[in-house]
């Protein structure tokens, strides 16, 4: 009886997870071995024989390993590894100050400001990053009216446009995983390293940090995957320059209007993501502990 009830209540899931996962999965699997048309769509196969035989079937994802994509590729994982690492070092001192600093009954306060963003679309507040940082925007106004600068500094569509927008984002999904390890933490162990002699720094580098472990990987694991795939950031508040991965698929979509090419670096993309997973998961010791 149980055992029904479970798969009951697990049905739907994965009936969602197969009609809008696996399904456009496949399809855009299927698409990346095709060819582009002359005018955007597929080319028609005459010869199926000869395109497999003569690999045309892996054209796409040899021209995804193209020398002109490698700087994109290169320059997506260095803001999403700089992007994590200032997750990292400004999530945890929060995640830290609400967990040990806080009063217990005013934790779900500091929490709800941390949570109640999300409510709003990204989209939108991305766009208000916009208006902030344009040369007519609040920082430039502000500044020059105070007078620290005569001309508006240069803060948008840009790099550093990108990180702060990707940082904004993500900082939530790094803090929270980091929190709930941190109240976790048995509070004698805190008190007997103490008692034993070691400082502050002492007891947050050989008992706190350790203990911590896994939810920092956590946290870094769901700020570094979405951030390497990310466009819409990049492309509101990045510019030309600033072309990401994740643009680049894009692009070969609404623009190029090639579906082929764009869904082969989707999987190659797919394929980088699962690596990093699988490498977490022996990491992690062979399971997937989130906390």
Known sequence: MKGRI??????????????FFLFPLLIMFYYSFLQRGVYGG???IENLKEY?????????????FDPLYIPIYLRSIYIAFLTTLICLFLGY?????????????RKILYLFFIIVPLWTSFLIRTYAWILILRDEGLVNLFLMKIGLINKPLPLLYNEFSVLLGLVYGELPFMILPIYASLERIDISLIEASKDLGADEFGTLKR???????????????????PTLGSFIVSDLLGGAKS???????????????????GS??????SAF???LLYIYRKFSGGKFEVL
Do not use: C
């Not at 001192?93 to 009954?105: G, L, R, S, T």
């Not at 894009?250 to 209007?257: C, E, G, L, P, Y």
């Open 42 to 44: 597929f080319e028609p």
């Open 207 to 225: 008992v706190i940090l350790p203990l911590t472990l896994p939810g920092i990987i956590v946290g870094v694991v769901i700020v570094f995957i």
């Open 93 to 105: 001192p929060v995640a830290y100050y609400i967990a040990f600093k806080v009063k217990p009954e």
């Open 264 to 269: 082969a670096i989707a999987f190659v993309l």
């Open 243 to 261: 072309m990401l991965v994740g643009n680049l698929i894009q692009n070969q979509f609404m623009i190029a209007r090639d579906k082929p090419f």
């Open 6 to 19: 479970y798969w009951l209540f697990l049905v739907p899931s994965v009936l969602v997870l197969i009609v």
């Open 52 to 64: 497999i035989l003569n690999f045309l079937w892996l054209k796409n994802y040899i021209r995804v």
């Open 273 to 275: 993501v699962l690596l």
